[in-house]
């Protein structure tokens, strides 16, 4: 395994959910961290307000930088990935329906915002760089997907003339993550609601956590042989299952599938999370909201 050992990682989106897990993840257990312990690493996002209260979260962690920017910057992102070995690719817009109601901003983030990780990466001699993808991607049945299917043959493809090895991690939903159906559920709960809207009582998700999320990044990455793209193995479970193991008093109001949602979501050829065999329970579902 390549280990992050002093080398500078840049994280394009790192102030989001998954850049705030990761970086909890190589905070951890320095010096005998399983991924090395890089000596720099550069969060490159847009919102300042995101920064400022990352920056407050980990005040006084020696090695973190943050960087105002955006992927759709060419120049910017060039400049900020001078000196840099390892880059991971989080930045995307990824609510479904933002995407369907703003078509060229998905494009623009999520394509070309991606395509210029990958000249930025190339033009500064990066060693690796992972993009983060989606269940939404395979056959994809919404923009959101679309526009993460492309930036996978984005980065599949730079392998052909680069120097730069680029990877691909692609996973399904992420409990705690910013805007996940979980944390609307919670809220509801929260708010006294009983009555969970569920678009179809037969929906299954594949799910896991930011923590298994980051550690599963990181370890592509870092891994020294690896397929192009990585497919973690992840439990399935129902919609109406995990509303149950957050509020087992609720009952449900079916308000039907969106054209942009499938039934069941898709992570490789007959991988499905409907087929899938490994199934969460209640009680394993409300551990990972721990
Ligand atoms: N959460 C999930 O369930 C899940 C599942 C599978 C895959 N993924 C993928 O995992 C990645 C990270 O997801 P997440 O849950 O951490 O998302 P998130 O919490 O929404 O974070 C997204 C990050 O991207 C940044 N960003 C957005 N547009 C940008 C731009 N144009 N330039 C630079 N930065 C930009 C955001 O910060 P600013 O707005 O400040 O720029 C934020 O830091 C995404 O690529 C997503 O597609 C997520």
Excluded at 49 to 66: A, I, T
Excluded at 176 to 190: A, D, H, M, P, Q
Excluded at 211 to 234: C, G
Aim: charged share 25%; with cysteine.
């Amino acid at each position: 395994m390549a280990t992050l050992d002093n080398s500078t990682l840049l994280i394009s989106g790192g102030s989001g959910s998954l850049g705030n897990a990761l970086i909890e993840e190589i905070k951890k257990a320095r010096p005998s961290y399983q991924f090395g312990f890089p000596k720099k690493v550069i969060i490159y996002s847009r919102n300042e307000y995101n920064q400022h209260l990352m920056m407050k979260k980990f005040e006084g962690v020696p090695w973190l930088r943050f960087r105002i920017g955006d992927v759709r910057d060419k120049d910017r992102l060039s400049w900020c990935c001078d000196k840099v070995d390892y880059v991971i690719h989080a930045a995307a817009l990824k609510h479904i329906r933002m995407c369907e109601e703003n078509p060229l901003e998905a494009v623009q983030t999520n394509i070309i915002g991606s395509s210029n990780i990958v000249d930025a990466c190339m033009k500064n001699n990066v060693k690796r760089a992972v993009l983060v993808s989606t269940d939404k991607s395979p056959s994809p049945r919404n923009l959101y997907g679309a526009t993460k299917f492309t930036a996978e043959r984005l980065f599949a493809a730079a392998n052909i003339y680069s120097k730069t090895c680029f990877r691909i991690i692609r996973y399904g939903n992420v409990v705690n993550s910013r805007g996940s159906v979980v944390e609307y559920f919670l809220k509801l709960k929260e708010q006294g609601i009983h009555e969970f809207p569920i678009t179809d009582p037969n929906c299954t998700r594949f799910w896991m956590t930011l923590e298994q999320a980051a550690k599963a990044v990181l370890k592509h990455l870092t891994a020294e042989k690896a397929e192009t793209l990585h497919i973690p193995r992840l439990p399935s479970m129902k919609i109406t299952d995990v509303a149950r193991a957050i509020d087992p008093e609720c009952t449900f109001k079916f308000i039907g599938l969106q054209k942009s949602e499938k039934l069941h979501e898709e992570l490789d050829d007959g991988y499905t999370s409907d087929t899938n065999t490994d199934w969460l329970t209640s009680e394993e579902f409300q551990k990972l909201l721990k």
